[in-house]
Structures are given as structure tokens and as C-alpha cells.
């Protein structure tokens, strides 16, 4: 072994590793389990007293505690400042959400310091990591001039290397009634400057957003600027979102909430991942997106929070395996794989969401003997151990 010391985890009662070679069906799973990570990877997988070991091997006995791969959340907003905590309680009392509260997030983040934005972020990702997030995809989108939105990726970077320009977030006020002339700046000046701190392209192809001839051209445009896309569709009715998302390859179409048959088709047969975001509608009171029928027809579904300050101030991925579980006709199994796996698949990565040799050492252990309690005992704080590339958290 190298030096250094590895862990090995023993005495797992019910062993997630989203590896179907491993275990049969898709959470792969190993009853009475053992798990060894060393040098920030998996390095064996299997059944308790079957494991390589040596001197330089640390033992933990989780007697009998559930383990899954890190959560993948694949969809989030923190980088602003500010509070919508009013908005929230007005759609509690019946009014409507609309896309303009982003507006209000747009001048607080305008007006923070790059520290106090920093903070926002490192509060928000500890929160994420302590219930059991290893990955996390940051948007920027908040900033929505050249240099907020160049400062907001540099932010994110600080954080994870899962960084999305989101600058197609809705039209700023300085631009108002010149949503093409916006967008041509977006394309002319933005992204030549912020694709280099960027991984991913977004868009919010909507109603009061922008729509799909707009939308193309950002990506488009961030696609040759060696950014990967991903679009925000079908979420607040039906919309071209899926369609184009599907058409450009992106690697995630998120919310999909208003689909038809044609849109089920299309990401069926597609690479697209559909990322379901229920605690947006659990915060704005509006129908979930069926994820029984995207399930049932082939879709590949990924859940995520879309943490931000209007829609969805939620950094849990429990609560979101919750809410799929109970809002979505998910199973446990279904909601458990999407929170992992699904997310890696949005992400495009393979060493994430699945534990097996070579994998990433992104794990976590419950204080519950399954990982159906993630469903079954909701709001509850079951992630009692988080280990990130090998290290305890």
C-alpha cells in the first residue's frame, strides 16, 4: 500500500454502490458489507471479512449503519445576497410566483462584496455538506453584467470545479424591453470573458425569461466557446425547453415540470439527464414534475435542490429524496439513485455517485440501517459520517 493511512469501513449493514456488477439492480447493493478507500479512491468493495488489509489501515465499525455514495447535487444557485424570505410568505398567501422576484436578488448581489458573496457560499456548501452533498453544481446568474458575473464564477471556482454561467437568468433591468439587445451582449462580451472560469453554459428558456431562438444563440455560442450546455425548461408551463435542451445535447434539462409526450420521447431516446427540482415546488406551491412517467418511459432522472434565495432555499438532499419519494411516485431506490448516480450522469462524470474500485472516495453513512429511511423518516438528520475523496468531513 501506499504510504499513508487507508480506512476501511466495516460492520455496513445495507451497502450502496450504484454498480449493478456488484450487487444486483441498479443500487448495486451488498448486504453485511465492508468498504476500503485509500489516496482519495475506492479500492475495494465487498462483504465484511473478505477485505484486503495491512498495517496501514484505520478501521471504523459503523455497527450496522447504512452506506451510499455522496450525494450529486447537480443544480444550484448560491452565489447572491440578500433575502426573499417576504416573497416566500406572500406565495404562502396565495400569490403567484413569477420570475421577476429574481430581479430584487440581481441588486443585492450587485451590490455585495466579493468576501461577502464568498461567505454566502461557504455557509451554504458546509450546510450541503453536512447533509451528505460531496458535489455540488454552482450557477452564477445573480450578477448580470460582465464583471458580476465573471466575479460570481470566480466565487464558485473557489468551491467546486462544477461551474455554470447562467447569464440567459432573466433579462436585467437596465435592459428592459431590450431583451435581444441583452443577450447580444451576453454573446459579444460575456461569455469571451467568463468561459474560462466556467465548465457549463445555462439558459432559462421561458415565459418572462427568454425564449428559444435567444436561448440557441447563448449556447450556441457558449458551446464554441468550449462550455457544455444545460437548460432550465418547462418549468413554469410547457415550453420549448426539453426540445431544444434534447437538440443542442445538453447535458441536463432541469425542472421539467410541464412535459408532453413529445418531450418524454425526445429525452428517451436522448442523452439529456431531466434534473427534477422538487423543492421548487414545494416552496412555490405548484404541481411537481411526474416523475413516474419520465421513469416508466426510459428518461434518465437526476434529483437536485436548485438552492437559491426565491424558489427553493434548501441545501438538503434528503428533503428532496423525501419529496420525490412522497410528491413524485419515486421509490426510495429510484430517489436514492438520481441523488447519486443520476447526478453524476447530469454532470457527466463517472468517478462520482458510485462507489467501486477506482471511484472517488465521496461517502457517506446514516444513522439508520437503509437507505429508505432517507424517505421514511423525513426532516430527521440521518447522514452521521461524510468522507470527501477519502477524507472525514
Known sequence: MDAGPWTLLDGIGALVTN?????????????????????????????????PYGDKVVRIDLDGRAVLPGFVDSHTHPVFAGDRADEFAARMAGQPYTAGGIRSTIAATRAATDAQLDATVSRLLTEARRSG?????????????????LR?????????????????????PEFDGRTDDYVRMVIDRMIPVCAPHAKWIDVFCERGAFDTEQCRTVLTTGVAAGLIPRVHGNQLGPGAGVQLAVEMGAASVDHVTHTDTDDIAALAHGTTVATLLPGAEFSTRTPYPDARRLIDAGVTVAVATDCNPGTSYTTSMPLCIALAVREMRMTPDEAVWSATAGGAQALRRTDIGILRPGA???????????HAHLAYRPGVHLVSHVWKDGLRQ
Open 360 to 370: 472517488r472516495a465521496d461517502v457517506i453513512a446514516l444513522d439508520a440501517p437503509s
Open 19 to 51: 454498480d449493478p456488477g456488484i450487487g444486483a439492480g441498479p443500487l448495486g447493493p451488498v448486504r453485511d458489507a465492508a468498504l476500503l478507500f485509500g489516496d482519495g479512491v475506492v479500492q475495494w468493495v465487498g462483504h465484511r471479512g473478505r477485505e
Open 152 to 172: 460570481s464564477l470566480r466565487v464558485a471556482a473557489a468551491h467546486t470545479p462544477e461551474t455554470t454561467l447562467l447569464a440567459a437568468h432573466v433579462t436585467p
Open 133 to 149: 452533498t460531496t458535489t455540488i453544481e454552482c450557477k452564477s446568474g445573480y450578477g448580470q453584467t460582465v464583471a458580476d458575473e
